[in-house]
């Protein structure tokens, strides 16, 4: 079965300083791994995937992450936060070659203080 | 750039009622999804459809519920006589071929 931890439910970062949120996962086989970004009152936004490429996948608005099997971690990170990044970042697994569900974090809430 | 859509926005309805969840997805799409967020809780996986059939079903899924898509744009989740407990927001994601779900901008049931 598969997982998704992500340390922090919530976090708080100062305006330019570097975010990073955790996850790690748990999976059986090799994963797809994804991070999502939820607005206030809006729907889920793809930020970035894994599917087995480079290991450090970019995304849109800055943001990256970074596949390490040996931890198996997915961390999001930015160098410089800005104040529209305040939002609930999701991270999620799939399973691979399969028509799967996605198995999502319970999400960390992101505050960046001015 | 084309997107999932989802209607209602907001669904208010009493308890034992039932209710139809619409979404449209994205047209060359095949895989369709739904997804449900209790508030202040993780996305949670509820059904994937696939070739007009259930694919995966999770233990949320329960007989109240179904799926359809009864023509080739709309795929539907229907609760037969909603709860309490059903009062989340419903989310309705798709894809092609490949590994990247589109997540529409989700219903909110609310249940009185």
């Known amino acids: 079965a598969q997982s998704v931890t992500q340390l922090g439910s919530h976090v708080s970062v100062s305006e330019g300083a570097l975010v990073l949120l955790r996850c790690n996962y748990s999976?059986?086989?090799?994963?797809?791994l994804f991070w999502y970004v939820q607005y206030p009152n809006q729907g889920l936004q793809l930020l970035l995937k894994?599917?087995?490429?480079?290991?450090l996948v970019k995304g849109i608005n800055g943001f990256e992450a970074e596949f390490k099997k040996s931890e198996t971690s997915f961390h999001l990170t930015k160098p410089s936060a800005h104040m529209s990044d305040a939002a609930e970042y999701f991270c999620?697994?799939?399973?691979?070659?399969?028509?799967?569900?996605?198995?999502f974090g319970k999400g960390t809430r992101l505050h960046i203080l001015p | 750039e084309p997107e999932v859509t989802q209607t209602p926005s907001h669904q208010v309805t009493q308890m034992g009622q039932e209710v139809i969840l619409r979404c449209v997805p994205i047209?060359?799409?095949?895989?369709f999804y739904w997804y449900r967020q209790i508030l202040g809780q993780k996305v949670e996986f509820l059904v994937s459809?696939?070739?007009?059939?259930?694919?995966?079903k999770s233990e949320i899924f329960d007989d109240q519920f179904s799926v359809e898509r009864p023509d080739g744009s709309n795929f539907t989740l229907k609760i037969r006589s909603t709860k309490l407990e059903d009062s989340a927001m419903y989310f309705c994601?798709?894809?092609?071929?490949?590994?990247?779900?589109?997540f529409g901008p989700g219903t909110r049931l609310t249940v009185l």
């Open positions: 894994y599917t087995s490429a480079a290991t």
């Open positions: 999976s059986s086989v090799p994963p797809y």
């Open positions: 047209s060359n799409h095949l895989y």
């Open positions: 999620a697994v799939s399973e691979r070659n399969r028509d799967d569900k996605i198995i």
């Open positions: 459809f696939y070739n007009n059939e259930i694919s995966e």
């Open positions: 994601a798709s894809r092609q071929n490949t590994d990247t779900q589109y």
